[in-house]
Protein backbone atom coordinates (compact mmCIF):
# COMPACT_ATOMS: atom_id res chain seq x y z
CA UNK A 1 0.00 0.00 0.00
CA UNK A 2 1.34 3.59 -0.68
CA UNK A 3 2.01 6.03 1.67
CA UNK A 4 0.34 8.75 0.15
CA UNK A 5 1.02 11.43 2.81
CA UNK A 6 4.38 10.09 3.12
CA UNK A 7 5.34 10.90 -0.57
CA UNK A 8 3.17 14.00 -0.49
CA UNK A 9 4.99 15.54 2.30
CA UNK A 10 8.76 14.56 1.26
CA UNK A 11 8.70 15.19 -3.01
CA UNK A 12 6.01 17.27 -3.60
CA UNK A 13 6.07 20.03 -1.58
CA UNK A 14 3.55 21.70 -4.26
CA UNK A 15 1.21 20.20 -1.99
CA UNK A 16 1.85 22.07 1.20
CA UNK A 17 -0.36 25.24 -0.59
CA UNK A 18 -3.15 22.70 -1.34
CA UNK A 19 -4.77 20.06 -3.74
CA UNK A 20 -2.69 19.59 -6.63
CA UNK A 21 -4.90 18.70 -9.53
CA UNK A 22 -3.19 19.58 -12.97
CA UNK A 23 -0.90 17.04 -13.94
CA UNK A 24 -2.26 16.86 -16.80
CA UNK A 25 -0.56 19.82 -18.05
CA UNK A 26 2.55 19.84 -15.90
CA UNK A 27 3.82 17.51 -12.86
CA UNK A 28 5.81 18.80 -10.86
CA UNK A 29 9.08 16.90 -10.40
CA UNK A 30 9.92 15.40 -7.19
CA UNK A 31 12.29 16.63 -4.49
CA UNK A 32 14.94 13.80 -5.44
CA UNK A 33 14.68 14.34 -9.14
CA UNK A 34 15.34 18.53 -8.51
CA UNK A 35 18.33 17.30 -6.23
CA UNK A 36 19.44 15.14 -9.34
CA UNK A 37 19.42 17.79 -11.68
CA UNK A 38 20.97 20.49 -8.93
CA UNK A 39 23.85 18.36 -8.20
CA UNK A 40 25.13 17.95 -11.70
CA UNK A 41 24.23 21.74 -12.72
CA UNK A 42 26.45 22.38 -9.60
CA UNK A 43 28.88 20.01 -10.14
CA UNK A 44 29.02 21.49 -14.31
CA UNK A 45 29.48 24.57 -12.41
CA UNK A 46 32.44 24.16 -9.88
CA UNK A 47 34.16 21.22 -11.55
CA UNK A 48 33.50 20.66 -15.20
CA UNK A 49 32.99 16.92 -16.42
CA UNK A 50 35.87 15.36 -16.49
CA UNK A 51 33.96 12.10 -17.24
CA UNK A 52 31.40 13.43 -19.66
CA UNK A 53 31.95 10.36 -22.03
CA UNK A 54 31.46 7.99 -19.69
CA UNK A 55 28.13 9.59 -17.76
CA UNK A 56 27.00 10.54 -21.38
CA UNK A 57 27.27 6.46 -22.62
CA UNK A 58 27.02 4.06 -19.01
CA UNK A 59 25.56 6.70 -16.89
CA UNK A 60 22.38 7.58 -19.36
CA UNK A 61 22.16 3.69 -20.28
CA UNK A 62 21.60 3.51 -16.41
CA UNK A 63 18.61 5.96 -16.91
CA UNK A 64 17.68 4.06 -20.36
CA UNK A 65 17.45 0.67 -18.22
CA UNK A 66 15.16 1.92 -15.52
CA UNK A 67 12.62 3.56 -18.40
CA UNK A 68 12.85 0.36 -20.05
CA UNK A 69 11.86 -1.47 -16.87
CA UNK A 70 9.09 1.13 -16.58
CA UNK A 71 7.72 0.29 -20.08
CA UNK A 72 8.41 -3.54 -19.98
CA UNK A 73 10.59 -3.37 -22.67
CA UNK A 74 14.04 -4.32 -23.50
CA UNK A 75 16.76 -1.21 -23.10
CA UNK A 76 18.00 -1.59 -26.40
CA UNK A 77 14.62 -0.75 -27.91
CA UNK A 78 14.49 2.47 -25.33
CA UNK A 79 15.91 5.99 -26.66
CA UNK A 80 15.24 9.49 -25.78
CA UNK A 81 13.43 12.14 -27.46
CA UNK A 82 12.80 15.84 -26.70
CA UNK A 83 9.47 15.73 -27.46
CA UNK A 84 5.98 13.87 -27.87
CA UNK A 85 6.07 15.27 -31.63
CA UNK A 86 9.96 13.90 -32.05
CA UNK A 87 8.68 10.05 -31.17
CA UNK A 88 5.76 10.85 -33.25
CA UNK A 89 8.35 12.34 -36.31
CA UNK A 90 10.53 8.90 -36.00
CA UNK A 91 7.87 7.36 -37.92
CA UNK A 92 6.63 9.95 -39.95
CA UNK A 93 9.96 11.83 -41.09
CA UNK A 94 11.50 8.42 -42.11
CA UNK A 95 9.11 5.96 -43.93
CA UNK A 96 8.94 6.02 -47.55
CA UNK A 97 5.81 7.48 -48.44
CA UNK A 98 3.99 7.78 -52.19
CA UNK A 99 1.49 10.11 -53.50
CA UNK A 100 -2.13 8.90 -52.12
CA UNK A 101 -0.71 7.37 -48.61
CA UNK A 102 -3.36 8.11 -45.90
CA UNK A 103 -3.11 8.03 -42.32
CA UNK A 104 -5.66 7.49 -39.67
CA UNK A 105 -6.38 9.60 -36.36
CA UNK A 106 -8.75 10.76 -34.48
CA UNK A 107 -9.86 14.19 -34.40
CA UNK A 108 -9.97 14.92 -30.76
CA UNK A 109 -6.18 14.16 -30.68
CA UNK A 110 -3.80 16.36 -29.45
CA UNK A 111 -1.88 18.64 -32.17
CA UNK A 112 2.08 16.61 -30.98
CA UNK A 113 0.14 13.34 -32.65
CA UNK A 114 -1.20 15.21 -35.42
CA UNK A 115 0.96 17.82 -36.50
CA UNK A 116 4.14 15.44 -37.77
CA UNK A 117 1.37 13.72 -40.14
CA UNK A 118 -0.26 17.02 -41.50
CA UNK A 119 3.48 18.06 -42.39
CA UNK A 120 3.68 15.93 -44.84
CA UNK A 121 1.18 16.96 -47.16
CA UNK A 122 3.65 18.15 -49.36
CA UNK A 123 4.56 14.41 -50.39
CA UNK A 124 0.93 13.42 -51.23
CA UNK A 125 0.05 12.00 -47.57
CA UNK A 126 -3.35 12.36 -46.87
CA UNK A 127 -4.69 12.49 -43.09
CA UNK A 128 -8.17 10.87 -42.82
CA UNK A 129 -9.79 11.56 -39.11
CA UNK A 130 -12.17 9.56 -36.95
CA UNK A 131 -15.06 11.76 -36.46
CA UNK A 132 -15.72 11.84 -32.42
CA UNK A 133 -19.88 12.72 -33.25
CA UNK A 134 -19.88 13.54 -29.82
CA UNK A 135 -18.72 10.33 -28.33
CA UNK A 136 -15.84 11.68 -26.57
CA UNK A 137 -14.24 8.09 -27.51
CA UNK A 138 -13.46 6.01 -30.56
CA UNK A 139 -13.16 2.07 -30.42
CA UNK A 140 -11.51 -0.28 -32.66
CA UNK A 141 -14.37 -0.73 -35.20
CA UNK A 142 -13.91 3.12 -35.79
CA UNK A 143 -10.28 2.82 -36.91
CA UNK A 144 -11.16 -0.36 -38.88
CA UNK A 145 -13.75 1.55 -41.19
CA UNK A 146 -11.40 4.18 -42.08
CA UNK A 147 -8.56 1.77 -43.49
CA UNK A 148 -7.81 1.18 -46.90
CA UNK A 149 -5.62 -0.08 -49.08
CA UNK A 150 -3.33 2.85 -49.07
CA UNK A 151 -3.45 3.64 -44.79
CA UNK A 152 -0.39 3.48 -44.28
CA UNK A 153 0.36 4.26 -40.23
CA UNK A 154 -2.36 4.63 -37.52
CA UNK A 155 -1.60 7.16 -34.70
CA UNK A 156 -3.43 7.31 -31.43
CA UNK A 157 -3.00 8.46 -27.84
CA UNK A 158 -3.47 5.86 -25.37
CA UNK A 159 -5.24 7.94 -23.24
CA UNK A 160 -6.66 10.98 -24.68
CA UNK A 161 -5.64 14.47 -23.28
CA UNK A 162 -8.93 16.23 -23.72
CA UNK A 163 -11.61 13.51 -22.30
CA UNK A 164 -9.13 11.22 -20.86
CA UNK A 165 -10.82 8.29 -22.16
CA UNK A 166 -8.58 5.22 -22.91
CA UNK A 167 -8.05 3.74 -26.25
CA UNK A 168 -8.37 -0.18 -26.96
CA UNK A 169 -4.58 0.29 -28.35
CA UNK A 170 -3.98 -3.77 -28.23
CA UNK A 171 -7.08 -4.61 -30.96
CA UNK A 172 -5.83 -1.43 -32.92
CA UNK A 173 -2.72 -2.85 -33.00
CA UNK A 174 -3.05 -6.64 -33.83
CA UNK A 175 -5.49 -4.82 -36.61
CA UNK A 176 -2.64 -2.45 -38.28
CA UNK A 177 0.05 -5.79 -37.67
CA UNK A 178 -1.98 -8.02 -40.19
CA UNK A 179 -2.31 -5.57 -42.30
CA UNK A 180 1.58 -4.22 -42.10
CA UNK A 181 0.25 -0.82 -41.11
CA UNK A 182 2.49 1.12 -38.86
CA UNK A 183 0.98 2.18 -35.70
CA UNK A 184 2.21 4.97 -33.33
CA UNK A 185 0.87 5.65 -29.59
CA UNK A 186 1.34 8.82 -27.45
CA UNK A 187 1.05 7.77 -24.20
CA UNK A 188 2.04 10.95 -22.51
CA UNK A 189 -1.12 11.09 -20.69
CA UNK A 190 -1.00 7.92 -19.40
CA UNK A 191 2.92 7.05 -18.62
CA UNK A 192 3.59 6.93 -14.96
CA UNK A 193 0.01 7.12 -13.92
CA UNK A 194 -0.67 3.57 -16.09
CA UNK A 195 1.02 0.82 -16.53
CA UNK A 196 2.25 0.77 -19.73
CA UNK A 197 3.62 -2.48 -21.28
CA UNK A 198 4.82 -1.83 -24.52
CA UNK A 199 5.44 -4.69 -25.61
CA UNK A 200 1.74 -5.80 -25.02
CA UNK A 201 0.64 -2.92 -26.40
CA UNK A 202 2.12 -3.70 -30.08
CA UNK A 203 3.10 -0.43 -31.49
CA UNK A 204 6.15 0.27 -33.51
CA UNK A 205 6.62 3.63 -31.72
CA UNK A 206 5.07 4.17 -27.95
CA UNK A 207 6.24 7.95 -26.57
CA UNK A 208 5.07 10.24 -23.88
CA UNK A 209 7.05 13.20 -23.45
CA UNK A 210 8.40 14.35 -19.11
CA UNK A 211 6.33 16.73 -18.34
CA UNK A 212 3.29 15.61 -17.69
CA UNK A 213 2.61 12.06 -15.53
CA UNK A 214 6.82 11.98 -15.79
CA UNK A 215 7.14 14.07 -13.51
CA UNK A 216 10.67 15.12 -14.76
CA UNK A 217 10.09 18.56 -16.88
CA UNK A 218 10.81 19.87 -20.07
CA UNK A 219 12.60 19.04 -23.28
CA UNK A 220 13.36 15.09 -22.64
CA UNK A 221 11.15 12.12 -23.35
CA UNK A 222 10.96 8.35 -23.15
CA UNK A 223 9.90 6.39 -26.56
CA UNK A 224 10.17 2.50 -27.21
CA UNK A 225 10.18 0.98 -30.81
CA UNK A 226 9.45 -2.51 -32.46
CA UNK A 227 11.88 -4.50 -33.71
CA UNK A 228 10.14 -3.55 -37.38
CA UNK A 229 11.13 0.05 -36.21
CA UNK A 230 14.76 -0.94 -35.89
CA UNK A 231 15.24 -2.78 -38.62
CA UNK A 232 13.03 -0.66 -41.51
CA UNK A 233 12.94 2.91 -40.27
CA UNK A 234 15.79 5.12 -41.81
CA UNK A 235 17.82 7.54 -39.66
CA UNK A 236 17.21 10.93 -40.87
CA UNK A 237 18.23 13.30 -38.01
CA UNK A 238 21.50 12.16 -37.71
CA UNK A 239 24.86 13.33 -35.32
CA UNK A 240 27.68 11.70 -34.55
CA UNK A 241 26.25 10.29 -31.26
CA UNK A 242 23.96 8.10 -34.01
CA UNK A 243 26.80 5.72 -34.94
CA UNK A 244 28.67 2.78 -32.94
CA UNK A 245 31.22 3.67 -31.00
CA UNK A 246 30.58 7.36 -31.03
CA UNK A 247 33.00 7.43 -27.84
CA UNK A 248 35.64 5.92 -29.21
CA UNK A 249 38.09 9.36 -29.92
CA UNK A 250 40.80 6.98 -31.68
CA UNK A 251 38.27 6.64 -34.75
CA UNK A 252 36.66 9.91 -34.48
CA UNK A 253 37.67 10.85 -37.63
CA UNK A 254 37.18 7.64 -39.43
CA UNK A 255 33.35 8.73 -40.31
CA UNK A 256 32.41 5.22 -39.32
CA UNK A 257 28.77 5.48 -40.65
CA UNK A 258 27.56 2.18 -39.20
CA UNK A 259 24.78 2.38 -36.92
CA UNK A 260 24.30 0.97 -33.65
CA UNK A 261 21.51 -2.07 -33.46
CA UNK A 262 20.06 -0.65 -30.67
CA UNK A 263 17.13 2.57 -30.83
CA UNK A 264 20.19 4.63 -29.74
CA UNK A 265 20.97 5.09 -33.71
CA UNK A 266 17.48 8.14 -33.08
CA UNK A 267 19.96 9.76 -30.73
CA UNK A 268 22.04 12.21 -32.85
CA UNK A 269 23.88 14.16 -30.17
CA UNK A 270 24.52 14.63 -26.10
CA UNK A 271 21.87 13.92 -24.23
CA UNK A 272 20.37 16.90 -21.75
CA UNK A 273 22.02 15.09 -18.74
CA UNK A 274 20.66 17.29 -15.87
CA UNK A 275 17.23 16.37 -17.29
CA UNK A 276 18.37 12.90 -17.82
CA UNK A 277 19.73 12.20 -14.11
CA UNK A 278 16.65 13.72 -13.19
CA UNK A 279 14.32 11.33 -14.57
CA UNK A 280 16.13 8.39 -13.20
CA UNK A 281 15.55 9.81 -10.01
CA UNK A 282 11.44 10.07 -10.22
CA UNK A 283 11.81 6.68 -11.96
CA UNK A 284 13.48 5.23 -8.64
CA UNK A 285 10.80 6.80 -6.90
CA UNK A 286 8.33 5.21 -9.33
CA UNK A 287 9.82 1.99 -9.13
CA UNK A 288 10.54 2.01 -5.34
CA UNK A 289 6.40 2.68 -4.89
CA UNK A 290 5.83 0.17 -7.85
CA UNK A 291 4.12 1.27 -11.22
CA UNK A 292 1.24 -1.41 -10.30
CA UNK A 293 0.49 -0.03 -7.31
CA UNK A 294 0.76 3.88 -8.62
CA UNK A 295 -1.98 2.46 -10.90
CA UNK A 296 -4.48 0.93 -8.74
CA UNK A 297 -3.76 3.96 -6.59
CA UNK A 298 -5.09 6.70 -9.46
CA UNK A 299 -7.88 4.02 -10.21
CA UNK A 300 -8.98 4.11 -6.87
CA UNK A 301 -9.53 8.04 -7.10
CA UNK A 302 -11.57 7.51 -10.34
CA UNK A 303 -13.37 5.31 -8.89
CA UNK A 304 -13.55 2.93 -11.19
CA UNK A 305 -11.73 1.04 -13.71
CA UNK A 306 -10.38 3.52 -16.50
CA UNK A 307 -11.37 0.90 -19.17
CA UNK A 308 -11.77 1.95 -22.84
CA UNK A 309 -15.45 1.84 -23.55
CA UNK A 310 -15.08 -0.72 -26.58
CA UNK A 311 -13.56 -3.07 -23.58
CA UNK A 312 -16.16 -1.85 -20.97
CA UNK A 313 -18.74 -3.37 -23.34
CA UNK A 314 -17.00 -6.40 -24.37
CA UNK A 315 -16.43 -7.57 -20.52
CA UNK A 316 -19.71 -6.63 -19.58
CA UNK A 317 -22.26 -7.76 -22.54
CA UNK A 318 -23.40 -4.16 -23.27
CA UNK A 319 -24.42 -4.47 -19.34
CA UNK A 320 -22.24 -1.89 -17.53
CA UNK A 321 -24.11 -3.06 -14.49
CA UNK A 322 -22.53 -6.23 -14.89
CA UNK A 323 -19.01 -4.77 -15.16
CA UNK A 324 -19.22 -2.37 -12.42
CA UNK A 325 -21.81 -4.67 -9.85
CA UNK A 326 -24.21 -1.72 -8.89
CA UNK A 327 -25.04 1.61 -10.19
CA UNK A 328 -22.87 3.93 -7.88
CA UNK A 329 -20.28 2.25 -9.55
CA UNK A 330 -21.34 3.10 -13.09
CA UNK A 331 -21.68 6.92 -11.74
CA UNK A 332 -18.10 6.27 -10.72
CA UNK A 333 -16.97 5.24 -14.07
CA UNK A 334 -18.37 8.49 -15.68
CA UNK A 335 -16.65 10.32 -13.75
CA UNK A 336 -13.58 8.48 -14.07
CA UNK A 337 -13.80 10.03 -17.95
CA UNK A 338 -13.24 13.17 -16.90
CA UNK A 339 -9.97 14.80 -16.94
CA UNK A 340 -10.27 16.94 -14.13
CA UNK A 341 -6.63 17.91 -13.92
CA UNK A 342 -7.06 19.30 -17.09
CA UNK A 343 -9.89 21.75 -16.12
CA UNK A 344 -7.37 24.62 -14.84
CA UNK A 345 -5.53 25.22 -18.75
CA UNK A 346 -8.49 28.07 -19.72
CA UNK A 347 -8.02 30.05 -16.61
CA UNK A 348 -6.47 33.70 -16.86
CA UNK A 349 -8.25 35.73 -19.30
CA UNK A 350 -11.03 38.52 -19.26
CA UNK A 351 -14.77 37.33 -19.40
CA UNK A 352 -17.43 39.18 -20.44
CA UNK A 353 -20.99 39.53 -19.00
CA UNK A 354 -22.92 36.94 -20.75
CA UNK A 355 -19.68 34.28 -20.10
CA UNK A 356 -19.41 35.55 -15.92
CA UNK A 357 -23.09 34.34 -15.77
CA UNK A 358 -22.45 30.60 -17.12
CA UNK A 359 -19.58 31.19 -14.73
CA UNK A 360 -21.80 31.49 -12.06
CA UNK A 361 -24.12 28.93 -13.22
CA UNK A 362 -21.04 26.48 -13.96
CA UNK A 363 -19.53 27.68 -10.55
CA UNK A 364 -23.05 25.94 -8.75
CA UNK A 365 -23.56 23.14 -10.87
CA UNK A 366 -20.06 21.89 -10.39
CA UNK A 367 -20.05 22.79 -6.52
CA UNK A 368 -23.38 20.11 -6.30
CA UNK A 369 -21.66 17.51 -8.62
CA UNK A 370 -18.55 17.91 -6.10
CA UNK A 371 -20.45 17.48 -3.27
CA UNK A 372 -22.22 14.17 -4.77
CA UNK A 373 -18.46 12.73 -4.80
CA UNK A 374 -17.51 13.62 -1.41
CA UNK A 375 -15.61 16.31 -2.47
CA UNK A 376 -15.53 20.01 -0.43
CA UNK A 377 -14.27 22.52 -1.91
CA UNK A 378 -13.77 26.37 -0.90
CA UNK A 379 -15.52 28.82 -2.88
CA UNK A 380 -12.07 30.05 -4.05
CA UNK A 381 -11.25 26.60 -5.27
CA UNK A 382 -14.67 26.51 -7.02
CA UNK A 383 -14.36 29.63 -8.78
CA UNK A 384 -10.75 28.74 -10.12
CA UNK A 385 -12.00 25.93 -11.61
CA UNK A 386 -15.14 27.76 -13.31
CA UNK A 387 -12.91 29.61 -14.79
CA UNK A 388 -12.31 26.56 -16.45
CA UNK A 389 -15.73 26.88 -18.25
CA UNK A 390 -15.22 25.70 -21.78
CA UNK A 391 -13.39 22.28 -20.27
CA UNK A 392 -16.27 21.84 -17.77
CA UNK A 393 -19.10 21.96 -20.12
CA UNK A 394 -17.11 19.60 -22.19
CA UNK A 395 -16.92 17.03 -19.34
CA UNK A 396 -20.89 18.17 -18.28
CA UNK A 397 -22.03 17.35 -21.53
CA UNK A 398 -19.80 13.92 -21.80
CA UNK A 399 -21.05 12.94 -18.09
CA UNK A 400 -24.75 13.53 -19.15
CA UNK A 401 -24.36 11.77 -22.43
CA UNK A 402 -22.71 8.46 -20.50
CA UNK A 403 -25.19 8.85 -18.08
CA UNK A 404 -28.22 8.49 -20.33
CA UNK A 405 -26.38 6.28 -22.60
CA UNK A 406 -26.04 3.86 -18.85
CA UNK A 407 -29.71 4.43 -18.06
CA UNK A 408 -30.98 3.17 -21.55
CA UNK A 409 -28.58 -0.40 -21.12
CA UNK A 410 -29.20 -1.31 -17.74
CA UNK A 411 -31.49 -3.57 -17.05
CA UNK A 412 -35.46 -2.68 -15.83
Request: hydrophobic share 45%; proline share 5%.
Amino acid sequence: MIDVETIRREEFPITRRGIYLDNATLGPPPARHVRAVTALLQRMSAEGLDDLFAISDEGVDVVRAKAAALLHADPSHVFFVRSTSHGVAVVAERLTWREGDEVVLYELDHPAGVFPWLNLADRGVKVIFIKDRGRFGFDADDVREMLSPRTRAVCVSLVNFAHGTRADVQEIAEMCRTRGIWFVVDAVQALGALTVDASRLGADVVVAHGYKFLLSGFGLGIACCSDRALAELKVCRIGWNSVENPFNVDRILAFDMRFPPSAKRFEPSFQPLPQVFGLGATLDLFHEVGTGAIEKHVLSLAGADHLDRGAQRRRAGANPARLAGKQDDVRGARVARAPVAALLQHRGRDRSPAELSLMAEIEEELGRRLEELGLRTSPEELRELASAYPALVAWMRMTEELAREEEEELPE
